[in-house]
Nanobody, 118 residues
Framework: QVQLVESGGGQVQPGGSLRLSCAASEIIFSFYNMGWYRQAPGKQRELVARITSITSGGTTNYADSVKGRFTISRDNAKKTVYLQMTNLNPEDSAIYYC?????????WGQGTQVTVSS
């Protein structure tokens, strides 16, 4: 059974940093496009950052709201995708979800809470 397990969430002050991790199992990780999404209370889930598969060159794209502050990366040997978040602000507070997608197959993690407040 495919599992995506996120970690690294927590509470941080504005301007602070966090690194989220998502470990995958039971998939050929390097073939999957990986993404981080977030959902704040009362809002729709939105794409934060995405990194393509090894066969697609590992290209990245970001939501405009996080460009220059967040960095997505992946370690195919460890089957893990990361989201380095810097200069966090209260608008970044949300549950962050890891997503794996390949040819119509899609998997989600359980989410990790990120709270930015002073």
């Amino acid at each position: 059974q495919v599992q995506l397990v996120e970690s690294g969430g927590g509470q941080v002050q504005p301007g602070g940093s966090l690194r989220l991790s998502c470990a995958a199992s039971e998939i050929i990780f390097s073939f999957y496009n990986m993404g981080w999404y977030r959902q704040a209370p009362g809002k729709q889930r939105e794409l934060v950052a995405r990194i393509t598969s090894i066969t697609s060159g590992g290209t990245t794209n970001y939501a405009d709201s996080v460009k220059g502050r967040f960095t997505i990366s992946r370690d195919n040997a460890k089957k893990t995708v990361y989201l380095q978040m810097t200069n966090l602000n209260p608008e970044d507070s949300a549950i962050y979800y890891c997503n794996a997608a390949l040819r119509g197959n899609e998997y989600w993690g359980q989410g990790t809470q990120v709270t930015v407040s002073s």
